[in-house]
Every structure is written in C-alpha cells, then in structure tokens.
C-alpha cells in the first residue's frame, strides 16, 4: 500500500486533491477529444503540451481511474513542475510584504539633515 503509513488526515487529503484534478482535469480531456484531440494539431504543438503540467496531470488521472500502469514520463513532468514551483515559492514567497526601496517614505528610516 503506497500511503499506508502516513497520517489519516494527509491519506484524505491526498485522496481529495486526486478525486479534484479528476473531476476538473478530465471533462476537459473529453472536450479535447471530442474536438478531434491532438492528432489533428502540429507536432511542434503536441510536443509543447506534452511538456505542460495539464497534458500528464489528464493523463495520469485517465490512467489511474481505468487501473492501468502510469506512464513515468508523466509522473516525471509534474514533478518537474512542483519542484519548480517549490523552487519560485521559496525564493519569491514572504508572509510580510517587502516595500521597493523607491517607494520608502522620506525620513521614516532615514535622516534627513539640513544645513
């Protein structure tokens, strides 16, 4: 069992964020489908949006709900993308906001002499 020995509340959490980009994800897979899906656009198209978080989170979810094996590269492409987002969180992200220091009001950490 994968999650057997995590914490009830992460197992329902991680159960909910599946059964989420489930329902999202793969209505909108069907309506890509429907419109003839990807065999119809360029190569250099399919190629881009293979490498988009959508693509292998749709198909995954596909894999996963008709109980096949899951395709690594998939997996490999939405990890690339939460340690990139891990990434950008971690440098750009504060709980306080930061003040440019162009927009610093005069004499509030400064001061100003005359002479």
């Not at 990807?38 to 949006?49: E, F, I, S």
């Amino acid at each position: 069992m994968l999650f057997g020995g995590w914490h009830p509340a992460i197992r329902i959490a991680i159960g909910l964020v599946v059964l989420t980009a489930g329902v999202l994800l793969h209505p909108g897979d069907h309506l890509l489908r429907g419109f003839g899906g990807l065999a119809g656009l360029p190569a250099w198209v399919t190629t881009l949006m293979s490498y988009l978080p959508a693509k292998p989170m749709i198909d995954l979810v596909t894999q996963a709900l008709e109980h096949s094996a899951l395709d690594w590269r998939d997996l490999a492409v939405l990890a690339a993308w939460a340690v990139g987002g891990l990434l950008l969180s971690v440098r750009f992200f504060a709980w306080d906001p930061h003040r440019p220091r162009h927009s610093q009001v005069a004499g509030a950490g400064s001061v100003i002499r005359s002479a």
